[in-house]
């Protein structure tokens, strides 16, 4: 199993670009999620999803959007990119019980200019 | 509201010596669950441990080893006789076991742990 993936690794983007962060799982996880990691802030939630179809808003959502149109996939929008978000994404997923820790991808380093 | 504290932002030691890494955390809940991940230079995210919040029994694992303390609200880690290896941020997050938000987990800022050789 490839577990978590992401893609792609790094990107590069000017102010008012827009793009698409791709996540996918292999292991039928109900519930995915997209976090963004900025220095001395931890991981802070951006959105998540508990099932195919279903999306709803973390703590950070503002400037981002998501869509589950498959089950195993996750996709993160920035549809005019600004520099406040340049930051490491990273996409998780979980089964649909309580106790279950998130299973992390490795990451997207994004930079916006 | 749920909150995690990693007071420590950095801490330096000597390979072989034991480090403890703080976590405390706040929540209003009674079922929640407590992790702890660690994320080596290389950037990926590794679970460590999970622990539900009725069960204080510490648990040790090799090396490391967690001290979980509902009186003090607090979750530690202990890694015994440190290693380069071990050089990496660790996590502490908290889960909530019950209600509408229990997907979430809150992590703390992280703690930078660096075992010089």
């Known amino acids: 199993n490839a577990g978590v993936t992401q893609t792609p690794k790094f990107r590069v983007l000017k102010t008012g670009q827009s793009m698409t962060l791709l996540c996918a799982q292999d292991?039928?996880?109900?519930?995915m999620y997209w976090y963004r990691q900025d220095p001395g802030m931890g991981l802070r939630l951006i959105h998540y999803?508990?099932?195919?179809?279903?999306?709803a808003k973390g703590e950070v959502p503002d400037g981002y959007n998501v869509s589950r149109l498959k089950k195993q996939n996750f996709l993160l929008g920035l549809e005019s990119a600004a520099p406040s978000q340049t930051s490491v994404y990273f996409c998780?997923?979980?089964?649909?019980?309580?106790?279950?820790?998130?299973?992390f991808g490795p990451g997207t380093r994004l930079t916006v200019l | 509201a749920q909150k995690v504290t990693q007071a420590q932002t950095e801490i330096s030691v000597v390979e072989k010596e034991d480090v403890t890494l703080d976590c405390v955390y706040e929540?209003?809940?009674?079922?929640?669950?407590l992790f702890w991940y660690k994320q080596p230079p290389s950037g990926e995210l590794v679970f460590l441990i999970r622990?539900?919040?009725?069960?204080?029994q510490n648990e040790i694992s090799g090396r490391y080893s967690w001290n979980f303390q509902k009186s003090t609200s607090s979750f530690n880690f202990t890694i015994t006789a440190s290693q380069v290896v071990d050089s990496a941020v660790y996590f502490c997050?908290?889960?909530?076991?019950?209600?509408?938000?229990?997907?979430?987990?809150?992590f703390g800022k992280g703690t930078l742990l660096t075992v010089n050789p």
């Open positions: 622990r539900n919040s009725f069960d204080e």
């Open positions: 999803s508990v099932g195919e179809g279903t999306t």
């Open positions: 929540t209003r809940d009674t079922t929640y669950y």
């Open positions: 997050a908290l889960r909530r076991g019950s209600g509408g938000s229990n997907y979430k987990l809150t």
């Open positions: 998780a997923s979980s089964w649909a019980i309580e106790n279950n820790e998130q299973f």
């Open positions: 292991m039928n996880h109900e519930y």
